[in-house]
């Protein structure tokens, strides 16, 4: 079975972003970028599935600048068969991102596509379900258990107040949550036999999608800085406050 | 990759992948390492197994390949990121007791010796230090008599890395002559009759590797274990030392950057006189010198690294290096532990380590001494 994983390159989780000073987005300049990760767990539950026999090719794809190279190699050093990248400098939004993904499912017919839930840039949490959507496949989100029966998967959801396990049809679209699993890291040999790994590129062109935005972004702004807090002297003073001051009680 | 930057993507891939193993399998734990005095034994099959101990080898030995001196600073930088110079030690005394192995031994001795290491199902350990001296590698005294088809061992060795759990050991002994003429490097293997580990050597700092005494008391070793030609052994050593020199100035910069990194971090947070400390010019200024400091001994030391890579034999510069660096690293660390005030002296802020970790760098592969007769030979002194 062919697993088609999708992975994005973002800025590092532990990077503190900041925001441009003329509010058109968050400064990129210089600072050190990574794999989504919620593309990391996709890419171990991938690899997992190729261990245990289930998965028999692993194919990686990245939208995005060229160095997002960077990021399919690690995905190959993990354990990926080989990688797609759709090369563009230009701003791609989740529905353009689906697009793009169908173009390349419906070359590649995998029998599973996993997918983050969301990336950590701009935490939509749309491109899997758009994609389930434009191909037509069933999909199962939030995943903190995928087993694969027969031509069917077992997808255990993490929702509010507790779980649920949806079973679909393959080929199907499967978007990953936090723990669904602890994703490795690659060893040097890996990252080494990963250089010679197979690895296209293509441009949205080819794959016949339009990138012009939808969506337009108005303004990105920092959150408010939290103010300090104080310390009160007694259990009175802290009811006092809450009801008189916070108004809450 | 620009002409200015010295780092690939594999590189920086494999930074990552030591960053994340640092993060896993060792931060949480450093703390009570450095207090106990000794990692698990475990850490080096962990690291083998990741591929972080064959770095530079052959890959026939399970290596990543020779010729990639940059590969090895980008995982060594991350791995210092552990805050323990000790365990860096520790980890990475193959690093200087197996070069030669892989260079010169018996291929039946190197292929047996060698894989085990890089897996880290074996430990070795370089012994050339003895208790009479150090500096001058040429006087050593364990003597090596050649008895039919084994070489009977007499002598001690000292302060060496690694030395209590070693299975394998390196060992600078004397075969010949007087001078550096006379020096042979001999395989000495744990549980050989005659051969005995003493103490663990309790020290200021590089907590968390064990540091030995060896004893030879007519020690019967296999002549097959000699390592190249009698009687060649000091320039294999003085080949090995570029290398060692060159690691411990990665040592010394990253040292200096932690301290550095830690120091921006508290000062811009504690607070004295109704202000940060860092919003005191004389804070500033000591921490641009600190950072300065750093900038200057990381660059000069990756010069070095592409000299070396270039095949040149750059030793007076290595020995510059080496000397600015530990330098900049005892200027950076003492600054850090004064800008962190009492907190400095506590064994939980991180400076503290560092501080005690810096002052063997000046000492271990060479002290600044002998870099600066090596850098006065070279200048035609
Ligand atoms: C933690 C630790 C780990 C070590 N690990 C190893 C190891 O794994 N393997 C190993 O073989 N060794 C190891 N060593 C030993 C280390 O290499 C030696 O300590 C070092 O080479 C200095 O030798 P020495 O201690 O005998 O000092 P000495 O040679 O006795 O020097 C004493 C002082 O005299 C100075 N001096 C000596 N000669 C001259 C000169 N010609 N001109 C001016 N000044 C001079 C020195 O610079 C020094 O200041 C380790 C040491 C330490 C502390
Ligand atoms: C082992 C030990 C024993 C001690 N014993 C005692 C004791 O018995 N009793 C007791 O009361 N205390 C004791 N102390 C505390 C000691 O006196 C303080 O640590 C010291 O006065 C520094 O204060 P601090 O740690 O709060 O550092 P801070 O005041 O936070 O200073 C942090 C850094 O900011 C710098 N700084 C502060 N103000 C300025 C300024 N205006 N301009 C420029 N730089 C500035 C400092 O020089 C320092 O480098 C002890 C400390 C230690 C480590």
């Given at each position: 079975m062919k697993v088609l994983v999708a992975v994005k390159r973002v800025i590092d989780y532990n990077v503190k972003v900041r925001v441009k000073p003329d509010n058109t987005g968050v400064d990129l300049a210089n600072v050190k970028m990574a794999m989504n990760p919620f593309c990391e767990i996709a890419v171990e539950e991938a690899v997992r599935l190729k261990e245990k026999g289930v998965a028999t090719e692993i194919v990686v794809v990245s939208i995005g600048p060229k160095a997002a190279q960077e990021q399919i190699r690690t995905a190959l050093a993990l354990g990926a068969d080989r990688g797609i990248h759709i090369e563009t400098d230009e701003e791609v939004q989740s529905l353009q991102a689906a697009k793009l993904l169908k173009a390349v499912v419906d070359k590649e017919e995998p029998k599973l596509v996993i997918l983050g839930k969301q990336s950590i840039d701009t935490d939509n949490n749309q491109t899997g379900q758009m994609l389930a959507a434009l191909a037509g496949m069933p999909q199962g989100t939030f995943a903190s258990e995928v087993v694969v029966d027969g031509d069917k998967v077992n997808v255990t959801r993490e929702v509010d107040g507790g779980l649920v396990t949806v079973q679909l049809n393959l080929p199907a679209v499967v978007t990953t949550d936090l723990r669904l699993n602890e994703p490795r890291y690659a060893s040097l040999p890996n990252i080494m036999k990963a250089k010679k790994k197979p690895l296209d590129t293509q441009s949205p062109a080819d794959l016949g999608v339009d990138l012009t935005p939808r969506l337009t972004t108005l303004k990105v702004e920092a959150p408010q800085t939290r103010k300090a807090g104080i310390k009160v002297g007694s259990v009175e003073e802290l009811v006092d406050k809450l009801k008189n001051e916070a108004k809450v009680i | 990759m620009s002409n200015t930057e010295y780092f690939s993507e594999t590189h920086n891939q494999a930074r990552e992948m030591a960053r994340r193993f640092v993060a896993r399998h060792i931060l949480p734990h450093i703390d009570d390492w450095e207090e106990q005095g000794e990692f698990p034994r475990e850490l080096y099959h962990q690291a083998g197994e990741a591929g972080l101990l064959g770095i530079g080898y052959p890959e026939k030995f399970g290596?990543?390949?020779?010729?990639?001196l940059f590969l090895k600073i980008a995982v060594s930088e991350e791995l210092l990121r552990s805050t323990s110079g000790g365990l860096v030690a520790g980890l990475g005394s193959l690093d200087i007791a197996l070069p030669p192995i892989v260079q010169w031994a018996r291929p039946e001795v190197r292929d047996r010796v060698v894989p085990d290491v890089l897996a880290g199902r074996k430990i070795a350990a370089l012994a050339v230090t003895e208790p009479d001296g150090?500096?001058?590698?040429?006087?050593?005294?364990?003597r090596a008599v050649r008895d039919g088809d084994h070489y009977r061992v007499s002598g001690s060795k000292t302060f060496i890395t690694s030395g209590i759990r070693a299975d394998y050991y390196t060992v600078a002994v004397r075969t010949g002559d007087e001078g550096h003429g006379g020096i042979s490097l001999l395989l000495i293997e744990k549980g050989t009759p005659g051969f005995s580990v003493g103490r663990k050597l309790n020290k200021m700092g590089w907590w968390a590797s064990d540091t030995a005494e060896l004893f030879f008391d007519d020690c019967r070793v296999p002549a097959e274990n000699l390592i190249g030609q009698e009687n060649a052994g000091f320039i294999a050593i003085m080949a090995n030392f570029l290398r060692e020199r060159l690691m411990l100035s990665v040592m010394a910069y990253m040292t200096a950057e932690l301290a550095l990194e830690a120091s921006l971090e508290y000062t811009r947070s504690r607070k004295a006189f109704g202000r940060?400390?860092?919003?005191?010019q004389v804070t500033r200024h000591k921490l641009v010198d600190m950072a300065t400091d750093v900038d200057l001994a990381r660059e000069y030391t990756y010069r070095c690294a592409a000299l070396m890579q270039a095949r040149k034999n750059p030793i007076r510069q290595v020995a510059m290096a080496k000397n600015f660096a530990t330098e900049a690293c005892e200027r950076v660390t003492r600054e850090a532990v004064q800008l962190h005030?009492?907190?400095?002296?506590?064994?939980?802020?991180v400076v503290e380590r560092l501080y005690r970790d810096a002052r063997i760098l000046a000492i271990g592969g060479g002290t600044t001494e002998i870099m600066k007769e090596l850098i006065a030979k070279q200048m035609g002194l």
């Open positions: - | 290596g990543s390949g020779e010729g990639d150090g500096s001058d590698v040429a006087r050593l005294k364990t940060t400390v860092a919003g005191f005030g009492g907190m400095g002296y506590m064994r939980e802020s």
